[in-house]
């Protein structure tokens, strides 16, 4: 019981952080910490980080409200976790190779959020949608390749040291 209340308050807790993260960055246009971080908690805490991604997305709703947008989040970052989940040990602490899967998906990410748009609007529109955010793709996978290389591996071994040091 112990056990699970401590992750649930750790889960909770690595949430609030990505938020917070979200926040502080967002006045920078897809400028964020969100895919390392997430990227990150799935290397140490496995498919548990879902329940991080669950905090993070639900506050996100609660915040800005449960739009359109919000639909692409529950695709987006939920897939993120569990593809670093599937290919974690294909990186092997690698950091390069992480920064370059965190680049691909800033890349790759306006094409995801488009989804939601087929549904709602038709193909055309996705289209559309993800073709006039290419340019803002780009500075995504930029900015995710460069906060992997400076910040991944520190964050990295300071959760690894903390886990450690307080019993997780």
Not at 19 to 24: F, G, L, P, R, T
Not at 142 to 168: D, H, P, Q, R, T
């Amino acid at each position: 019981m112990r056990n699970n209340l401590k992750t649930i308050i750790l889960m909770g807790f690595l949430g609030a952080i990505v938020v917070v993260s979200q926040i502080a960055l967002n006045f920078i246009p897809n400028v964020e910490l969100v895919s390392l971080l997430l990227i990150i908690f799935t290397l140490i805490y496995e498919k548990k980080a879902l329940y991080i991604v669950f905090v993070f997305v639900m506050s996100m709703g609660l915040m800005y409200g449960f739009g359109l947008w919000w639909i692409g989040y529950l695709i987006i970052w939920p897939a993120l976790v569990m593809i670093t989940y599937i290919l974690k040990n294909k990186f092997n602490k690698n950091f390069l190779g992480l920064a370059i899967f965190s680049a691909g998906f800033g890349l790759i990410f306006g094409a995801l959020y488009a989804i939601p748009y087929i549904f709602a609007s038709g193909m055309n529109v996705a289209i559309a949608y993800w073709i006039r955010g290419i340019p803002f793709d780009l500075i995504h996978m930029v900015g995710n390749y460069f906060a992997m290389i400076l910040l991944g591996e520190k964050i990295y071994n300071l959760l690894l040291f903390s886990n450690k040091k307080y019993g997780y």
